[in-house]
């Protein structure tokens, strides 16, 4: 039987996940981009925490340590080094204004439970709601990446993506192979190197690190 | 047992020798050394394995390479053994030449990169005759293509050599798309990759499914083969390579198509259908016909000899496709014929194909020039050239006792069988394919007669043709060992008919070798007994040697020798210079007249006017040949390409959020399809 407390617990860890979410595609700011970010990596890595405990699986904690070590701190360090760095102006610059995109998000969260209800019917695991928050959080990090202008927006984009993957792996399966997930890391954290590396580039190229300036880069 | 050794010792040279050959780029005549060092040797070791498998057996070398596609392993039978054995004795001969021939690369191109796939080339295409495995054999069959791709565009900096490659590089991938889609056909069939699979799994295919892999596999190899209309990537890519490289591509690289197509329809498919024959006949015969029509008007000595490739290509397409109609009616010992011919015409084609693509590589090497119309007189300056070229020309002509004569005699004879056939039609058929065949010998000999006497005899047309100097020794070895070869293998076909039934006994089902020779004669017969026509190229050849020097005696002995008188020739009251010989065009212009429906020549003659009607100085005249195939077939089908890849350009925006949009769409648009 399971414990209603890490049940309660893994349901917050999510529901601050999905927060985050919506949180992220508000804020206009860089500077709030980052700490949301990283509040979220720490839900995760605590859902991830809980997870383990329930389970009773070494390896998770493990993984639990070091997505909070590299996505809760590593990550959002570096990315504000850059921000100061090359002196981005502060505001996002979103493609698609706030309140538009947050109804898109809204949108696409009910999209995430639709497509989800069959599977979460036949689930019997713990974090069986977590499922439609990680394809919500996917969905939403990959419109993040197309509705915000610059290269940093981008990569955060990304990372969200990536937080909804891992979550969706924990949901369905308890995690992946240890060795998987290493791997992930590993990508995730030199696709970050080097998509920074990008925007200095484009900085010093175009002045800035609106990503629509490289369309004069096609034939 | 030993062959098997020598056949892994062969990979082994080439695959060390090649990297090495590379890596001592930056010493010129060392890395020459090495690399051709490497090829001849590595060729020898061809030769011997071939020559042990077709007089001992073959056999079979697995690779301990565990795949899902099956046991990868080269098998070495007959007919592999014959391929092999063409390809080592080109690429020997053609090693020995390339020593000499690459001198004139020295400081322009790097010569240790040549080397390094040359050795590669010649092993993929050894892979290709020995592989038995589809996957393998297209590993091989794409290391083959792309290997020849480079060295086509070894010149690189020559203009138009880069746009002849791409275009090989296009077609080659058009073919080998097919034959992997024929294999995959197969594969869902028998259930594995393996070669020795498919030849059990093809009884119990349905007619429509052999029909489409037979078709697919025969634009596949046919683009290889360059079958008419797949043809038109050789007269881009022969005169851009260099001509070693010429001299191999065209000589036995286009025949590891024939390779597969034999292995192919009677190892794998059987032939049932006869209109797979017919179908096969007639690509053959227009490929003969229309190929020898456009080497006759081409100037250009490559070109020419690249149409001619197209030509013989279609020779042998002809043979094969006779032996495939004799075997779907069942006349196993006709199509046996049949097949000899056409294998005895892939060993001459190679033999006399190699050397005059190094004849015409020597020409260039000496004259700086492909085009004929600035040649001439070369057979003062190079002699020996001129000699080997001249027996390759003999023997491209078939005039007896060549390797070419005997090898299309055969076909002729084979193909007058027909008679025997139960059916009206195809028995209507194989008489028009024969009419076409004779009249591209025909033509064939005329081209030939051209090239020779426009570029060696005469006057030279040109400074550099008069400056010419014979080549170097071993480009003269390599020209001299084909020549003599085309010569032996005539003469001797007594002795090498008998090995061509060996191999294709096995895929036929009956052998004809008691009843194909007798002593030094070769003989056709008649199953129902009777002789139906009989051969002897020795004889011939005998005959030719005691003939000539007897009438030159004779004539020199009683004909008198007559008066000398030295005076100038009769020449109209202006001086005779090179300007008033006869030119290639002039030559063949009667048949681009009489054939004009097919070359819709372009004529324009312009002269300016002169006060006297009577004086023109300034006089031009051209004459172009409109190229049919490239236009109303190649040219709708880029430019459709092209207007469709404009249209979808607006696609590309060049905004990474667009393209990432483009992904996000498509994301939520499958889950929504995948919910409902």
């Known amino acids: 039987m399971q414990d209603s407390l890490s049940l309660d617990l893994v349901d917050t860890f999510a529901a601050i996940i999905l927060l985050t979410d919506f949180m992220l595609v508000a804020s206009g700011r860089m500077r709030s981009l980052t700490r949301l970010f990283a509040i979220q990596s720490l839900a995760l890595g605590g859902l991830a925490a809980v997870v383990a405990f329930?389970?009773?699986?070494?390896?998770?904690?493990?993984?639990?340590?070091?997505?909070?070590?590299?996505?809760?701190?590593?990550?959002?360090?570096?990315?504000?080094?850059?921000?100061?760095?090359?002196?981005?102006?502060?505001?996002?610059?979103?493609?698609?204004?706030?309140?538009?995109?947050?109804?898109?998000?809204?949108?696409?969260?009910?999209l995430a439970y639709y497509v989800t209800e069959p599977i979460m019917d036949l689930g019997t695991a713990i974090t069986g709601n977590c499922l439609a928050?990680?394809?919500?959080?996917?969905?939403?990090?990959?419109?993040?990446?197309?509705?915000?202008?610059?290269?940093?927006?981008?990569?955060?984009?990304?990372?969200?993506?990536?937080?909804?993957?891992?979550?969706?792996?924990?949901?369905?399966?308890?995690?992946?192979?240890?060795?998987?997930?290493?791997?992930?890391?590993?990508?995730?954290?030199?696709?970050?190197?080097?998509?920074?590396?990008?925007?200095?580039?484009i900085n010093r190229t175009f002045d800035s690190i609106d990503a629509t300036s490289l369309r004069g880069l096609k034939d | 047992m030993i062959s098997e050794n020598l056949f892994l010792l062969l990979l082994a040279i080439a695959f060390l020798g090649a990297p090495i050959a590379a890596l001592s780029n930056a010493r010129p005549s060392l890395s020459t050394k090495v690399a051709f060092g490497v090829s001849s040797l590595s060729s020898l070791l061809g030769l011997v394995v071939a020559a042990d498998v077709l007089l001992n057996g073959g056999f079979e070398v697995e690779i301990p390479l565990h795949s899902i596609f099956g046991t990868f392993s080269f098998s070495v039978d007959g007919l592999s053994a014959i391929f092999l054995l063409t390809i080592s004795l080109v690429t020997f001969a053609v090693s020995l030449y390339s020593l000499g021939y690459v001198g004139h690369y020295k400081g322009k191109y790097p010569i240790g990169l040549m080397g390094f796939f040359f050795i590669l080339f010649y092993a993929s295409m050894v892979m290709v005759v020995t592989s038995s495995n589809a996957i393998m054999f297209l590993i091989m069959w794409e290391t083959m293509s792309v290997?020849?791709?480079?060295?086509?565009?070894?010149?690189?900096?020559?203009?138009?050599?880069?746009?002849?490659?791409?275009?090989?590089?296009?077609?080659?991938?058009?073919?080998?798309a097919a034959i992997t889609v024929g294999f995959i056909l197969m594969y869902t069939q028998s259930g594995s990759f393996d070669f020795s699979s498919f030849g059990s799994a093809a009884s119990g295919m349905s007619g429509l499914m052999r029909s489409s892999v037979f078709v697919l596999w025969l634009i596949g190899f046919g683009t290889k083969a360059g079958i008419i209309p797949l043809h038109i990537w050789l007269p881009m890519a022969h005169p851009a390579a260099p001509s070693n490289i010429s001299a191999l591509m065209s000589a036995v690289m286009v025949?590891?198509?024939?390779?597969?197509?034999?292995?192919?329809?009677?190892?794998?498919?059987?032939?049932?259908?006869?209109?797979?024959?017919?179908?096969?006949?007639?690509?053959?015969?227009?490929?003969?016909?229309?190929?020898?029509?456009?080497?006759?008007?081409?100037?250009?000595?490559?070109?020419?000899?690249?149409?001619?490739?197209?030509?013989?290509?279609?020779?042998?397409?002809?043979?094969?496709g006779t032996a495939m109609l004799f075997q779907s009616y069942g006349l196993s010992e006709f199509a046996a014929l049949a097949l000899i011919a056409a294998l005895m015409h892939v060993l001459s084609h190679a033999l006399f194909k190699s050397l005059l693509f190094m004849g015409a590589g020597s020409v260039l090497y000496a004259a700086h020039t492909r085009n004929m119309e600035m040649l001439g007189g070369l057979a003062k300056r190079m002699p020996y050239t001129s000699l080997f070229f001249f027996i390759g020309v003999l023997s491209v002509a078939a005039i007896p006792p060549t390797a070419g004569f005997v090898s299309e005699w055969m076909i002729f004879q084979s193909m007058l069988?027909?008679?025997?056939?139960?059916?009206?039609?195809?028995?209507?058929?194989?008489?028009?394919?024969?009419?076409?065949?004779?009249?591209?010998?025909?033509?064939?000999?005329?081209?030939?007669?051209?090239?020779?006497?426009?570029?060696?005899?005469?006057?030279?047309?040109?400074?550099?043709?008069?400056?010419?100097?014979?080549?170097?020794?071993?480009?003269?070895?390599?020209?001299?060992?084909?020549?003599?070869?085309?010569?032996?293998?005539?003469?001797?076909?007594?002795?090498?008919?008998?090995?061509?039934?060996?191999?294709?006994?096995?895929?036929?089902?009956?052998?004809?070798?008691?009843?194909l020779t007798n002593g030094l004669m070769i003989n056709i017969d008649l199953p129902t007994g009777g002789r139906f026509s009989q051969v002897s190229p020795v004889f011939i050849a005998v005959l030719l040697a005691i003939i000539f020097p007897t009438v030159f005696l004779l004539a020199g002995r009683y004909g008198g020798r007559g008066k000398v008188v030295q005076a100038d020739t009769w020449d109209c009251g202006t001086p005779l210079t090179s300007r008033t010989e006869y030119t290639g065009r002039g030559f063949s212009n009667p048949i681009n007249r009489m054939f004009s429906w097919v070359y819709r020549p372009k004529r324009e003659f312009q002269a300016t006017a002169r006060p006297s009607p009577y004086v023109k100085t300034d006089m031009r005249y051209t004459s172009t040949v409109v190229p049919v195939f490239e236009r109303y077939m190649y040219d709708p089908v880029v430019a459709f390409v092209r207007w469709a890849a404009k249209k979808f350009s607006v696609i590309q925006t060049g905004s990474i959020q667009t393209y990432l949009g483009y992904i996000f769409v498509m994301l939520v648009l499958l889950l929504l399809a995948m919910r409902w």
């Open chain 1, 54 to 110: 329930e389970t009773k699986a070494e390896n998770i904690y493990i993984i639990a340590v070091l997505s909070v070590a590299l996505k809760a701190i590593v990550i959002p360090r570096f990315i504000d080094y850059t921000t100061e760095k090359i002196q981005v102006k502060k505001e996002v610059e979103p493609l698609i204004k706030i309140p538009g995109s947050l109804l898109i998000c809204a949108a696409l969260a009910l």
């Open chain 2, 255 to 320: 025949k590891t198509a024939i390779y597969m197509l034999v292995r192919c329809y009677f190892d794998f498919l059987g032939v049932q259908d006869p209109w797979w024959g017919v179908l096969v006949l007639a690509v053959g015969s227009i490929s003969a016909l229309l190929g020898v029509m456009y080497a006759l008007i081409e100037s250009d000595i490559k070109r020419m000899l690249a149409f001619s490739t197209v030509e013989n290509m279609g020779i042998i397409l002809i043979a094969l």
């Open chain 2, 147 to 176: 290997c020849s791709y480079f060295l086509v565009i070894y010149e690189s900096r020559e203009r138009g050599t880069v746009g002849s490659g791409l275009f090989y590089l296009v077609m080659t991938h058009i073919g080998t």
């Open chain 1, 133 to 201: 928050i990680s394809f919500a959080t996917v969905l939403i990090g990959l419109f993040l990446m197309v509705s915000r202008r610059k290269a940093i927006t981008e990569a955060i984009g990304l990372l969200v993506v990536e937080n909804g993957v891992f979550l969706a792996a924990i949901a369905m399966t308890y995690s992946m192979p240890m060795i998987v997930e290493l791997g992930v890391f590993f990508d995730v954290f030199v696709g970050v190197v080097i998509m920074v590396v990008f925007a200095f580039r």
């Open chain 2, 417 to 515: 069988q027909s008679f025997n056939f139960p059916d009206m039609v195809v028995k209507v058929i194989m008489p028009v394919s024969l009419g076409t065949l004779a009249i591209t010998g025909a033509m064939a000999a005329a081209t030939f007669l051209k090239a020779f006497g426009i570029t060696f005899l005469a006057r030279p047309r040109s400074e550099e043709a008069e400056q010419a100097k014979e080549v170097p020794r071993t480009m003269l070895v390599g020209m001299g060992t084909m020549a003599a070869l085309c010569v032996l293998v005539g003469v001797l076909s007594f002795s090498i008919l008998p090995v061509l039934d060996n191999a294709a006994s096995p895929l036929i089902g009956a052998s004809i070798a008691d009843q």
